[in-house]
């Protein structure tokens, strides 16, 4: 499937919901954290994917701020996998050129993830292949909260004037001021909501909504979805007529 990818129409930027660990666990009558373990797999299959087909960045909903009010026992699972997993895939993801980022209140994490993402994030640096944006403890409305915030705080101090605020200022005070926007948007497990998910970047994505749950998501479901975002005609507002050279 992966010859059919045309590589002049790749998006960028892909940014995937992972969802529906605790729904496959639980089909499987097992606990939710096993439908978390097994996620992982789908990690390494995508950013391998990813990496093949030449996307240069992918954003990972890892955990919302509202996944704080889950169950005490699942956040701690989810943290030490978070954890276990960086250690273990790191030297993977730096051979491989690989660049991690993070984006979210990383502040509010357990001190040993903040320490192994830090590192991580040291190590990779100067990569130049796929930069690998992990969303932690991320929300839109926190996000753009903060923007407001700070292009608030410049306009008092007369940094900036009002009419100086644009898309291009707003961008630059989001957390992924140094990315280019996702064009495309994937949710697995069949939930059609966006989940407090860069509601600003996404403003023009393409959105691709798929009843696989994410423990079941490979390779070969990600090139489905690249080549369904192949097939689709972009019109940022105009008709399709203006889009095709006459
Ligand atoms: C996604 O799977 C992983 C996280 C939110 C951390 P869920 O845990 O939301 O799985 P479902 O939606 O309950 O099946
Ligand atoms: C969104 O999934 C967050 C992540 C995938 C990390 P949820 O499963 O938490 O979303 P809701 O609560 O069903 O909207
Ligand atoms: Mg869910």
Known sequence: MIDLIQKEKLPRHIAII????????????QNRLFGHQQGVLSVQEVVEGCAEVGIEYLTLYAFSTE?????????????????????????KLHENNIRLDVI?????????????????????????????VLALSYSAK???INAI???????????????????????QHLSTSH????????????????????????????????????PD????????????YQNRERRFGQISEQLKPA
């Not at 996944?67 to 030297?91: C, D, F, H």
């Not at 495309?184 to 403003?203: D, K, V």
């Not at 998501?217 to 369904?228: G, H, Q, W």
Request: aromatic share 8%.
């Open 18 to 29: 992972m969802d529906g660990n605790g729904r496959w666990a639980k089909e499987r009558n």
């Open 67 to 91: 996944n704080w009010k889950r169950p005490q026992a699942e956040v701690n699972g989810l943290m030490e996998l978070l954890v276990s997993t960086l250690q273990s895939e790191i030297e």
């Open 104 to 132: 979210g209140d990383i502040e509010s994490l357990p001190a040993i993830c903040i320490k192994q993402l830090d590192a991580a994030k040291e190590l990779t640096k100067n990569n130049t292949g796929l930069t690998l």
């Open 142 to 144: 926190w996000e753009i």
């Open 149 to 171: 915030k700070e292009i608030a705080r410049d306009t008092k101090e007369g940094k900036i004037k009002e009419e100086d605020i644009n898309d291009d200022l707003i961008n």
């Open 179 to 214: 990315i280019p926007n996702p064009e495309f948007m994937i949710r697995t497990s069949g939930e059609h909501r966006i989940s407090n998910f860069l509601l600003y970047q996404l403003a023009y994505a393409e959105l691709y909504f798929t009843n696989t749950h994410w």
């Open 217 to 228: 998501f490979r390779k070969e479901n990600l090139f489905e979805a690249i080549l369904n």
